[in-house]
């Protein structure tokens, strides 16, 4: 995987069912040496060129988070279906594909963990893959302050240039504060998860505020250019399309302040 020979992917996202992942509708049946899967999963990060995927399904929707069980399946496996999905805002280099499950047949040893912790396992992985969405954050906030900040000089205004406005000042001033708490913020999320300590809240401040921000900066970005900020010629209206999905997957900027607000309450 490291050397980008083998791609894998995750499923939790169906039709119905998003932000509320317990309430996922895909299930799985213990047949003898298999599991059998059956419905369908959406938006799924490089699921149509994936070598495998790990796939989330329930025994019993109305068993919610308890009904829920982890598997790795091979992508090839007969019964799984990718399908690309095409028409994206943002991020169009990364494949997004839905995955339809017809009597999907996987071997026994395919169950990641115990039957009925994949909602746990679910959310475990996402405290450690929010930190990594920030990076997308910072990437995004990092190319709109160096893009401004060379084009403010160069592009004059009233006879003057652009960077001698104070209006044009305080928003670069605000991308530079910005970055850096995003980049702190991140740092502390990655710590916990190495000292093993509560990475779930520093993620999601992370993910919550760095998504954020960068959305701003970027719709900043494309201020300071200007009309050319509108224009495809120029690379700051990319980075606002990029930057909101940000807001969007892994849990949305909404998710993430729900997190944030039951740790509050339950202190
Ligand atoms: C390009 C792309 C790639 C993706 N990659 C993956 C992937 O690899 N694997 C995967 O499993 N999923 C993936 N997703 C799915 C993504 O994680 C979901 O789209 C996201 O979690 C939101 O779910 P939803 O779209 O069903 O929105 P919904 O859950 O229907 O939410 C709609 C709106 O309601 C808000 N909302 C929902 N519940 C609440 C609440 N309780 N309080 C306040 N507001 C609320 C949301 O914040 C949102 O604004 C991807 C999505 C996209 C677009």
Known sequence: MASGRVLGGYGLTE???GSDAAALSTTYIDDGDHWVLNGSKVFISNASISNWMIVFATKDKALRH???????????TPGCKPKKMHGKLGQRA????EIVFEDCRIPKKALVGAEGEGFKIAMRTFDRTRPQIVAVSIGVTQRALDECRAYALDRNAFGQSIASFQ???????????????????TYRAAWEIDRKGGASIY???AKAF???????????AVQIFGGYGYMKEYPVEKLMRDAKLVQIYEGTSQIQRMVIARHLFKQ
Do not use: W
Not at 66 to 76: A, M, Q, Y
Not at 167 to 185: G, H, P, S
């Open 210 to 220: 760095g998504a954020d921000r960068a959305m701003k900066h970027a719709e900043n």
């Open 167 to 185: 209006a044009i000042q305080f928003m670069l001033a605000d991308m530079a504060i910005d970055l850096e708490a995003m980049r702190l913020l």
């Open 94 to 97: 990364s494949d997004t594909a």
């Open 203 to 205: 993620s999601s401040y």
């Open 15 to 17: 039709p119905g069912a």
């Open 66 to 76: 308890d009904g829920i069980s982890c598997f790795v399946l091979d992508t090839d």
